[in-house]
């Protein structure tokens, strides 16, 4: 393991999880079933679930990890095998940016959810941001084997994405809070966001 992934690993990934919880506890309003979607090791989810036993959390990857801390089903990054609605809500945490086809992912959780999508990933407004993006990537994600294509957007190009996947932003907040300072001055800024999506209505 590299130092700076080593640094990574010890100082900004239990953080990471602590925050990025707190978010989905704080936009899943109601009790129900949730499908999280690129759940890792399932480290995020188990703190949600602490944190909210009215939740009933499941995950589902294209690389399943040993002893992941929830139960996970395997799937080929494009399909969820679910049938439609089955979730009341879906997380996705820094996965769509990983997606071959992230559109199609992102109508994929549209169509198994009933209520609503919490979604974190990476904005790519401003000057050097996907430089440092795919830097942030690399450092997190190599050693995992996960693919890092660089598929970062900025604000209005999600916008047209959630169109397209006839999602509508409820919640949004790119004021995430996943790094201490000093880290926060160069990590977060406004690279990072997290909102709460609701599907548009269904014939």
Not at 32 to 48: H, K, R, S
Not at 109 to 129: F, Q
Request: with cysteine; proline share 5%; glycine share 6%.
């Amino acid at each position: 393991m590299k130092a700076v992934e080593w640094l990574h690993e010890q100082f900004a990934l239990n953080r990471r999880a602590q925050v990025l919880a707190a978010h989905a506890s704080r936009l899943i309003e109601s009790p129900g079933n949730v499908l999280d979607v690129g759940c890792g090791d399932g480290t995020i989810a188990a703190l949600l679930q602490r944190h909210r036993p009215d939740l009933a959390i499941s995950g589902v990857d294209t690389l399943v990890r040993p002893n992941c801390a929830i139960p996970v089903t395997a799937f080929d990054g494009r399909t969820l095998p679910f049938e439609d609605r089955s979730f009341q809500f879906a997380l996705l945490f820094d996965v769509v940016h990983h997606a071959a086809d992230a559109d199609r992912l992102l109508a994929e959780c549209a169509r198994v959810v009933s209520e609503a999508i919490v979604l974190k990933d990476h904005l790519a407004d401003g000057w050097g941001s996907v430089t440092l993006l795919r830097y942030m990537d690399r450092v997190g994600n190599e050693r995992h084997g996960v693919p890092s294509p660089g598929n970062y957007r900025t604000r209005a190009e999600w916008t047209s994405a959630f169109a397209r996947a006839r999602l509508a932003p409820a919640q949004w907040t790119s004021q995430v809070g996943l790094y201490a300072w000093p880290a926060s001055l160069l990590f977060d800024r406004t690279l990072q966001f997290v909102c709460r999506l609701e599907p548009l209505a269904r014939a």
